[in-house]
């Protein structure tokens, strides 16, 4: 942007749904994304659920040509499935792990198992490199249901974290572009949260021109792919990937047009994910005074968002204490029968009891089940452990924020 | 700041050793750096290994007349042990827990469970706050045989976390401070990726003053506590705990005066913790021209460390994919026992064979034994899984910033 004071940036993001042997038609939506983007030339182009590695090398081979710079995250089991392709160079990353993220018995969910992360690629843009772009790929935990959503305090905390990594790190550059599947509706307190205590600004409210789902929905009942009882309450679809962004200084950054995929991939009879892709066109420009750090919202409404948010944790403190206490609880009762056995066992040795109280097979099933209940009740209160240790942790900074937020003149 | 453009900062770091039921006269040696802090009245308090939020606790009662600003970093099953007290507000914290940390199974070693982590306070000094700090309190993992030190990558990952989390984030503020037991000695090579990739500065080596214990040592064999078999190798102990800082724009800072105790606590006869604390005098001024940001070694220099320590970190990931492969290997072969176990069990229902083949007994204290190597196998091969991916994810990072280093002009 050196010289040029004006920079008109294309990006594409979109949640890839590349489970290997479990997405449908895996292999030929991903040779499908790679020949869009390869035909369509984006600049930026950050992706969500690219969960092997060797997706990621297909499409970095497809793409090296248009997209000369690329970075795969990498974190948890399985991955963190985020990905970027650029035609600016990568200066530098770094990754955020979520310190919350799901269970790891909710085997069904899965989501603890991919190390969900937000990635923080440094991109330089224009000649001579004169600006600076943090472009984070980034994807919140799932919502499995709206109504009773065990998830929300983690995904709370996720929000948190995230919008606590961007603002501490973004000063290192002149723009930051967030794009995802965060998994929340744009009135939800965790976007309200994120952009209010960020100053990310959403480019589909910002855009001079929209082009595509009502709405601008990204899961909507129109694609082959979504699961359609899930969406009964809203026929439209739901909105839950986001391009957000916010020039830090001597930058203005504004969203001249923003489209989605409409249920199928442009020219094809089937859409290149389950969730639509987003499209958008950002104009960056210089200007000479360097513009202020602001909140996103007023000061009065981010201390309402704070509030409930701090709310929503506690009540996830809640139940993580009792489901603490509980498998503490079990724990205990496993070590009593063990030991219970162990007595009685001893007291059979010593000749104390007359005979064989018990039958062999039974007294040693039940001191297996009980090792087994032991061992199994101990892991679960040390994951309990961290979520209350983790909640508490995201709470008190909830209530620090509030009060520099009250305390501010 | 603004108004008078020096500021002499004084800083206390300490590792206090604060393990409930283990450490040796916790309680007394708690109160004594709580009586000690409030009399010597520092700035800025960065402690660590206080494991307990009750002695947290009752510290921060002792010292809140004259450190009104503190915080505890909450992470892991146990805590970070971090905390810091200040004099100056507290205006933001952020908490970065490494992505590696030892393993879970080396329970007699025990850094899995506390979530090593770089903990965040900005904290904002002077009339006005001119200026702000970063002033993180660190811990990194321990190295438990010099010989054989099975955790130098794990070691060399948090190092090189710790670098580029100080990197991306430092830009917030105008001085970084970072204080804490690094756990390794000045010439290792993490120590020297941490220096040479952040820019910051060792507050030992750039002393005017020096004061304590030879060679600035901070684990020595005249501490009552220290463990002499460990330090027979050292006649003079080693130097882990640290104070390393740097200014980020528009101020200088440089170290006055370096002091450490000398294996007794001022006036007392047993000392603070099995560490000496480490306190320093700086002094920190506004300059005109904004500094420009530079690396902390020669370039040459660092490409050679950051080779180094790519090649340590190659090593480690080596011996994680072989942890990897033979849990794995484990976990097939249970899986197999099970199977043939379950196929002859239904060949005795079915009346295949004559009669009972097997004494029920020892048949399913077998079948247990195959459970508990299967869950634990896959366990393990798990958690190899995110080591490998997180030593490859490091190794990339490392390839990356040599590559930058190399292209520069």
């Known amino acids: 942007m ?16 590349a489970i290997r042997y479990l997405s449908k038609r895996r292999q030929e939506r ?3 994304i790679g020949d869009t983007l390869h035909r369509e030339g984006f600049d930026l182009v950050l992706l969500q ?11 970095k081979a497809r793409l090296g ?3 000369p710079f690329s970075h795969y995250f990498r974190s948890g089991v399985i991955g963190s499935g985020l990905c970027v392709f650029s035609r600016f160079p990568i200066l530098d990353t770094l990754l955020y792990q ?12 899965g989501d603890w198992f991919c190390g969900k992360s937000v990635g923080l690629p440094l991109i330089g843009t224009g000649a001579g490199m004169g600006s600076q772009m943090l472009c984070p790929p980034c994807q919140l935990h799932a919502e499995y249901s709206r109504e009773k959503d065990a998830y929300l305090p983690h995904r709370l905390v996720q929000a948190w974290e995230l919008a606590q990594f961007i603002r501490h790190t973004s000063k290192a550059a002149d723009v930051v572009l967030l794009g995802g599947d965060l998994n929340m509706h744009p009135e939800d307190v965790g976007i309200r949260l994120l952009r209010g205590w ?8 910002e ?8 709405d601008g929905c990204t899961l909507i009942p129109n694609n082959c792919f979504t699961v359609k009882s899930e969406l009964l309450p809203f026929p439209l679809g739901i909105r839950i990937d986001y391009i957000l962004y916010k020039a830090v200084s001597r930058f203005t950054v504004k969203c001249e047009e923003l489209k989605t995929t409409t249920g199928t991939a442009p020219g094809m009879d089937f859409p290149f994910s389950d969730h639509e892709a987003v499209m958008a066109t950002l104009r960056i420009q210089r200007q000479d005074k360097a513009a202020g750090a602001n909140l996103g919202t007023t000061e009065p409404a981010l201390v309402d968002v704070v509030t409930e948010a701090r709310a929503e944790v506690a009540v996830g403190l809640r139940a993580a204490q009792r489901q603490r206490y509980s498998s503490g609880r079990m724990a205990v009762l496993a070590l009593l029968l063990l030991l219970l056995q162990a007595a009685a066992a001893l007291g059979t040795l010593a000749g104390l009891a007359a005979g064989q109280p018990f039958p062999k097979l039974s007294f040693s099933l039940l001191a297996f089940l009980a090792i087994g209940v032991l061992l199994l009740a101990t892991g679960l209160h040390l ?3 961290i979520e209350v240790k983790m909640l508490q942790g995201t709470e008190e900074q909830l209530r620090m924020a509030l009060r520099a937020l009250q305390e501010r003149p």
């Open 30 to 32: 991903v040779q499908l």
């Open 198 to 205: 960020t100053g990310l600004r959403d480019a589909f409210a």
């Open 49 to 59: 659920e690219v969960w092997s590695e060797q997706d990621y090398s297909d499409l």
């Open 207 to 214: 855009a001079t021109r929209f082009e595509g789902c009502e």
């Open 2 to 17: 050196e010289g040029d004071p004006t920079l008109r940036l294309r990006i594409f993001d979109l949640n890839c749904w």
């Open 383 to 385: 994951f309990h452990s």
């Open 98 to 109: 979520y310190s919350l993220n799901g269970y790891p018995y909710m085997l069904q969910h």
């Open 65 to 67: 040509s248009c997209y």
